[in-house]
C-alpha cells in the first residue's frame, strides 16, 4: 500500500522533515524555519554523565515537545502511539498507511538500510507513507524517499536507549477552526523566550551555554580521545541535521521570515543579533574541528570565549523578544 498524493517536506532537520511532511499531505505548507520557530524549537543543553564517552551538547528543544507545540499552535489534531508490542506496533502504523494517512515514525536510525554512517541516534524523525510486502518506505530529512527493510524497522523503532521511544508513531489531522499565523508567531516566540530564559537547571538555555564555556576546557584536559570527541562534536553541531550552527540559522531565518510577515521591528533587531549568534555558533564549531587536529588548548581557550559572548547576546535577544 503506498500513499501515491504523498510529497516529501524537504528539510533539513528530521523532526521539521517528518512533520512538515506529514502537515503538506493536509494542505499546510510553511517553510521549515517557520515550523522551527512555531515549534518553539530553540534551545540548548549541555550533558555529561559518567557513562557517557564526552559531552553532549544540543540546541533544541526536548525530543517531540516540537511537533507538540506545532500542532497546538497551528490548532491541528495530533494522535500519538506508543507500545512495547511490535506487533501492536505495526499493526498502528499499517492501519494509518491502509486509510491513507501517513505517519510519523519516532526510531533508531542506525538499523535502517540506507544510513551508511553507523551510529546509534534514537532520536531520529521520519514520515512513512507506505509499505509492501518487504519494504517500508520513507521520507528522510537526510535522503529523500527512501525506503529500508520492514525487519529494519521493527529493529529501529523498537531500540532501547537515550532518546528512544516505546514505538512512537504519529499522525497529523486537521479540526474545525483555523489559525493567525500573525498570532500564533507571536505567542510561539514568546513561550519559546521565556523557555529558554527560566531553565530549570543550569545547564540549559543561556545559563547552559556559559557554564559550558568553562566545562568545555575541563573536557579537554580530561578527554581520551580529543581528536574523535571534538571533531564528532563539531559534525553534530553543522551537519547533523541542525540547519548550521546548532539551529541558528533556522531560527534566524525564522525571525527573518516573521519580520516579514507582521512587521513588528522588535523581531528585526532580534534578527540582527541571531545572525550574529550563528556565525559565532560557526566559529565555536570550527574551532572544536582545529582542536581535534592540533590538540592544542588555545583553541578551546577561544571557543571558551566565544561562548561567553554567544550567553550574553543570545539572553539579550530573548529578552527583546519577550516584548514583542
Given at each position: 500500500m503506498i500513499i501515491e498524493n504523498f510529497t516529501p517536506f524537504n528539510g533539513q532537520h528530521c523532526e521539521t522533515t517528518a512533520t512538515g511532511s506529514l502537515l503538506k499531505y493536509i494542505g499546510i505548507e510553511l517553510s521549515e524555519p517557520?515550523?522551527?520557530?512555531?515549534?518553539?524549537?530553540?534551545?540548548?543543553?549541555?550533558?555529561?554523565?559518567?557513562?557517557?564517552?564526552?559531552?553532549?551538547?544540543?540546541?533544541?528543544?526536548?525530543?517531540?515537545?516540537?511537533?507538540?507545540?506545532?500542532?497546538?499552535?497551528?490548532?491541528?489534531?495530533?494522535?500519538?502511539?506508543?507500545?512495547?508490542?511490535?506487533?501492536?506496533?505495526?499493526?498502528?502504523?499499517?492501519?494509518?498507511?491502509?486509510?491513507?494517512?501517513?505517519?510519523?515514525?519516532?526510531?533508531?536510525?542506525?538499523?535502517?538500510?540506507?544510513?551508511?554512517?553507523?551510529?546509534?541516534?534514537?532520536?531520529?524523525?521520519?514520515?512513512?507513507?507506505?509499505?509492501?510486502?518487504?519494504?517500508?518506505?520513507?521520507?528522510?530529512?537526510?535522503?529523500?524517499?527512501?525506503?529500508t527493510s520492514l525487519k529494519s524497522l521493527e529493529l529501529a523503532r523498537n531500540e532501547k536507549g537515550p532518546m528512544s521511544s516505546k514505538n512512537l508513531s504519529y499522525t497529523?489531522?486537521?479540526?474545525?477552526?483555523?489559525?493567525?499565523?500573525?498570532?500564533?508567531?507571536?505567542?510561539?516566540?514568546?513561550?519559546?523566550?521565556?523557555?529558554?530564559?527560566?531553565?530549570?537547571?543550569?545547564?540549559?538555555?543561556?545559563?547552559?551555554?556559559?557554564?559550558?564555556?568553562?566545562?568545555?576546557?575541563?573536557?579537554?584536559?580530561?578527554?581520551?580521545?580529543?581528536g574523535e570527541e571534538f571533531s564528532t562534536t563539531a559534525m553534530l553541531m553543522e551537519e547533523a541535521g541542525t540547519g548550521g550552527a546548532l539551529f541558528r540559522n533556522l531560527y534566524r531565518d525564522f525571525l527573518k521570515e516573521s519580520y516579514q510577515i507582521t512587521e513588528n521591528n522588535i523581531l528585526r533587531q532580534a534578527y540582527t543579533i541571531f545572525a550574529e549568534t550563528a556565525s559565532s555558533w560557526n566559529q565555536v564549531s570550527f574551532l572544536f574541528k582545529e582542536t581535534a587536529k592540533t590538540k592544542d588548548i588555545l583553541h578551546i581557550k577561544k571557543a571558551s570565549e566565544i561562548l561567553a559572548d554567544i550567553s550574553r547576546n543570545e539572553k539579550k535577544a530573548m529578552e527583546l523578544l519577550l516584548t514583542i
Open positions: 517557520m515550523l522551527f520557530g512555531l515549534g518553539e524549537g530553540l534551545g540548548f543543553i549541555f550533558w555529561n554523565m559518567k557513562t557517557m564517552d564526552c559531552p553532549f551538547i544540543g540546541g533544541r528543544i526536548k525530543q517531540d515537545a516540537l511537533t507538540g507545540n506545532i500542532v497546538r499552535n497551528l490548532n491541528l489534531k495530533l494522535e500519538t502511539q506508543e507500545t512495547v508490542s511490535v506487533k501492536k506496533a505495526w499493526k498502528n502504523v499499517k492501519d494509518s498507511i491502509d486509510n491513507k494517512i501517513p505517519v510519523g515514525l519516532k526510531l533508531d536510525c542506525y538499523h535502517l538500510d540506507y544510513f551508511t554512517v553507523k551510529i546509534h541516534f534514537a532520536g531520529h524523525y521520519v514520515a512513512m507513507y507506505g509499505y509492501d510486502d518487504e519494504f517500508a518506505y520513507l521520507a528522510d530529512a537526510a535522503h529523500g524517499r527512501d525506503k497529523i489531522q486537521l479540526k474545525d477552526g483555523n489559525y493567525n499565523l500573525r498570532e500564533v508567531i507571536v505567542r510561539a516566540i514568546k513561550n519559546n523566550a521565556n523557555d529558554y530564559l527560566n531553565p530549570p537547571i543550569g545547564n540549559i538555555g543561556y545559563k547552559g551555554i556559559l557554564k559550558t564555556s568553562g566545562e568545555i576546557i575541563k573536557w579537554f584536559k580530561s578527554s581520551k580521545n580529543i
